[in-house]
């Protein structure tokens, strides 16, 4: 049978700015995926992290900005990434901000994503 989220669960996040879980740990103990809307203003940076859980990113509108190892990526409206868990990441965004759809495996918690001090 179908279940319904009727709305998602608001996540603090550095920077100004917002995620909105529709599934996962926060909104409804979903431990094997999270799908969250994340809405950053201009110029938002968040510190690096180490996350335990692979990320696949969908832009919407902006550009999400990813440092990485080996340099930056910039992922504009309508392109996709995947990042990999244990690799150290940073995520920002450019001078319109951004909005996207990020997807967790397994879910998104405080506590595995990691971020430097």
């Avoid at 100004?16 to 879980?21: A, D, N, R, S």
């Avoid at 340099?71 to 996709?80: C, D, T, Y």
């Avoid at 965004?93 to 997807?103: F, L, R, T, W």
Wanted: charged residues 20%; aromatic residues 6%.
């Amino acid at each position: 049978m179908p279940e319904l989220y009727p709305s998602p669960v608001r996540i603090p996040a550095p920077g100004g700015k917002v995620i909105e879980e529709h599934i996962g740990a926060a909104s409804n103990a979903e431990s094997r995926v999270s799908v969250a809307h994340m809405t950053a203003p201009a110029g938002w940076s968040e510190p690096f992290q180490t996350p335990e859980f692979d990320e696949f990113t969908i832009v919407l509108s902006g550009t999400v900005l990813i440092d990485h190892d080996g340099g930056q990526l910039a992922v504009g409206a309508g392109q996709s990434v995947k990042t990999a868990a244990g690799e150290r990441i940073r995520y920002s965004c450019g001078p319109d901000g951004a909005s996207y759809i990020a997807v967790c495996l397994p879910a998104f918690t405080p506590e595995t994503v990691n971020r430097d001090a």
